[in-house]
């Protein structure tokens, strides 16, 4: 099968799943934050790595990535990438802290505070994802420890995905858009990336149906 020949069935299967995992999210962000959240998925698409990196404003774009490898019966990587500026506004609203700066070149305490923050999201969102994709599947699935990484895109890209990128060329791309009630910031838009190993990959479609 080439996957970059999904039909539009197909897509939308990939797009439900992920407004399912979505759904969920924007609940656990909701009672986070105290705020109504709402999240969508506007796209579903799968690309390769040079592709995902355009996506993601160009290699030198800085950005943050919370990233996990996945175990159980499908394996791979899954990373959520937003940047900078969004990921600062976002421990601004967890840390109920407005004046909070996130750089490059944080370090010692604000990167501390920064990285619990980030990876709580990165945890409910990722746990929501694949919660869905495991309902859908019927396969066990479950995520590592989040590694935190803020740099240029292509260092992220690259360092962070480098052993699975050797085996691999493709990731499904879910974009997504998160939304607060009553809040003057535009939504967050970021990328939800999954990357399986190639055999997960025709797993994972076989066991959708795809052949």
Known sequence: MDVFQLTGFQ???LKEIGNIGAGNAATSLSRLLGQKVDMTVPNVEVADFNEVIALVGGPEQPIAGIMFQVEGEITGVMAIVVDIEEAEYL???LTHNQ???LSEQTNGAALEIAMS????????LTGSYLTALSDFTGLHLQPSVPHLGMDMAGAIMTMGLLEISQVTDYCIIIDTEIRQEEEEHEQIRGNFLFIPDPESFQKLFATLGWH
């Open 99 to 101: 004046a909070f700066q």
């Open 11 to 13: 897509k939308d299967i």
């Open 117 to 124: 923050a980030l990876s709580e999201i990165g945890n409910i």
């Open 91 to 93: 421990v601004q609203k």
